[in-house]
């Protein structure tokens, strides 16, 4: 009986590895053949961040001007003394102001220093000079264009200098100094926006500028532009570097400022508003209204509001004197 035995060659398993090599080679083949993979990133759609408070369609007042006053008129110095109006602080040895802090020109925060300056700061440390004896003896209080009524009578501040243009409907809520400083609404645009003043501003352009101040109601009556408002007209320049505003509108001195800081921008255009700046006190307190008025009186006949100016204003809006003080007594 012959036996049967199954047999595997030996050359079996060497074909099975030259089979599986050859295979390996042909895929990295292929691969090499058809090229790197492409991958796209994805595409993330990140929000353009915006203040808070930003309000893209503000309830603008359609109500004809209160022109039931003379705005301009403010209390005559009379005989009030340092020590009568020392009596209405908070604390009668310290002068608390409310400003701005990010006003550039104005009332800003120097970061040499980390001390505020400007021109409004300079005026209230001139005041606090002849009321306190003492220009250093002040307490700066930073805030918005819409804090600055509710500072005053709250006693939180005793003053507010603070770019705050006097009319007759602030008149029934504030006392006001007479005036400091004279003013004028334009533009600030981009160098290359094609746009040289109000005339060529359309409905399809919206302009920046600061809830709780004059400028957004001057805009809606004179363009035909969609104002957007933040609470403070600082947040206007962002907008504008990123685009989602084609304009800024405010006063001048404040354009100026913002301008310096940025040289891709322009102020354009005539001034299409008057504003006249007063120093803010609480409703009622005209003896602190007639004490600062002297000391108005005397740094416009001194010298004192002059060197001011230059100093921070004559280089970028030209030459200006004081404006003249006017009084209702």
């Known amino acids: 009986?012959?036996?049967h035995r199954s047999t595997v060659s030996r050359d079996a398993p060497k074909r099975r590895?030259?089979?599986?090599a050859a295979l390996t080679a042909g895929l990295f083949a292929a691969a090499a053949c058809s090229g790197p993979v492409s991958v796209e990133p994805p595409q993330v759609d990140v929000p353009t961040p915006l203040p808070e408070g930003i309000d893209f369609d503000p309830d603008i007042s359609t109500d004809p001007a209160d022109e039931s006053c003379d705005p301009l008129a403010s209390y005559s110095p009379g005989s009030v003394t340092a020590e009568q109006a020392r009596d209405t602080l908070g604390d009668q040895e310290l002068l608390v102001v409310g400003i701005s802090q990010s006003t550039n020109l104005m009332g800003y925060r120097d970061p040499s220093t980390g001390q505020p300056t400007g021109f409004d700061?300079?005026?209230?440390?001139?005041?606090?000079?002849?009321?306190?004896?003492?220009?250093?003896?002040?307490?700066w209080v930073p805030m918005t264009s819409g804090e600055r009524e509710e500072a005053v009578n709250s006693g939180t501040v005793d003053m507010v200098v603070r770019t705050m243009t006097m009319?007759?409907?602030r008149w029934g809520n504030v006392e006001f100094s007479s005036e400091y400083y004279h003013?004028?609404?334009?533009?600030l645009v981009p160098t290359d926006s094609g746009i040289a003043g109000l005339a060529d501003l359309t409905a399809d352009h919206r302009v920046c500028t600061g809830a709780g101040s004059t400028?957004?109601?001057n805009i809606a009556e004179q363009s035909e532009a969609?104002?957007?408002t933040v609470p403070d007209f600082n947040d206007c320049l962002v907008l504008l570097q990123q685009g989602t505003v084609d304009a800024i509108t405010t006063d001048d001195c404040i354009?100026?400022?913002?301008?310096?800081?940025?040289?891709?921008?322009?102020?354009?255009?005539?001034?299409?508003?008057?504003?006249?700046?007063?120093?803010?006190f609480a409703k009622g307190n005209t003896d602190l209204a007639r004490y600062v008025n002297g000391v108005l009186e005397t740094m416009r006949s001194d010298g004192t509001w002059q060197s001011i100016y230059d100093t921070w204003l004559a280089e970028h809006l030209g030459d200006a004197t004081a404006p003249a003080p006017v009084y209702q007594d």
Not at 273 to 279: D, F, H, V
């Open 17 to 20: 590895l030259r089979w599986a």
């Open 215 to 217: 400028s957004p109601k």
């Open 255 to 280: 354009l100026a400022g913002m301008a310096i800081q940025d040289p891709t921008l322009e102020v354009v255009g005539e001034a299409f508003s008057e504003e006249p700046y007063g120093i803010a």
């Open 167 to 169: 009319n007759c409907e």
């Open 1 to 3: 009986m012959i036996e």
């Open 121 to 139: 700061v300079d005026i209230a440390k001139a005041i606090a000079g002849h009321l306190m004896g003492d220009e250093a003896k002040v307490k």
């Open 183 to 187: 003013g004028g609404q334009r533009l």
């Open 226 to 228: 969609q104002p957007v």
